[in-house]
């Protein structure tokens, strides 16, 4: 898997990327007055912590009116400690749409929550990574609509930026860096149906 970068403040990316438009900054400021939205795009499928099929979604933010043709994409992605939180969360469309009218695509993903009971640190760490399993399966499919499917939304598939809050940064943060098979928790029993593929997921 190509490298997924992890931004909190996507501060050095904007100032790399400044491209200048009549009405501002290009990814720095918002030049654009609109946004469309596509919403509830299922990107895949895994077993949650209890055992059952959950069908996987996203949201996907455009500038309305935008005629690039290879925008980088940054993930906004919600929090709520792997037992609440949505990607329709209030702040998590704030950030969505705010971006989007600088220029990005942006996406809000939902991912699987819960973690089963008793509640320790085995528990909390497989919730942490059936997360990240659903942020790389995510960032694939993203991926996949610029390289199979014509490149729907007019993406750079090499600039993809993950943000979240909370639960959502920890996610993003173990995507980008967790990358050695060594490097996996021995206490995740991998063998678990919500659990398997690794550092990738099924």
Do not use: W
Not at 1 to 30: P, Q, W
Not at 132 to 148: C, L, N, P, Q, S
Not at 182 to 188: A, G, I, N, R
Request: charged share 25%; with cysteine; net charge negative.
């Amino acid at each position: 898997m190509r490298s997924l970068h992890f931004a909190c403040l996507i501060l050095l990316f904007i100032l790399s990327c400044k491209k200048t438009d009549l009405n501002g900054t290009r990814y720095e400021d918002e030049v654009f007055d609109k946004v469309k939205s596509e919403k509830n795009i299922e990107y895949g499928e895994n077993i949650n912590f209890v055992g059952i099929n959950e069908k996987l979604h996203l949201d996907i933010y455009e500038p309305k009116g935008d005629n690039e043709t290879n925008r980088p994409v940054i993930f906004f992605t919600h929090g709520g400690g792997f037992i609440t939180g949505s990607k329709t969360d209030q702040c998590i469309v704030k950030f969505c749409k705010d971006f989007a009218k600088k220029g990005y695509v942006t996406v809000s993903m939902h991912y699987r929550i819960g973690i089963a009971l008793p509640v320790n640190e085995q528990h909390g760490l497989e919730a942490v990574i059936r997360a990240m399993h659903d942020a790389k399966a995510a960032v694939r499919f993203i991926r996949k609509t610029a390289g199979e499917d014509g490149n729907p939304y007019n993406i750079d598939p090499d600039q993809i930026y993950f943000a979240g809050i909370s639960a959502g940064a920890i996610t993003g943060l173990q995507a980008a860096y967790l990358d050695q098979e060594s490097e996996l928790p021995v206490e995740v029993d991998f063998s678990k149906k919500s659990l398997k593929g690794g550092l990738e997921g099924s």
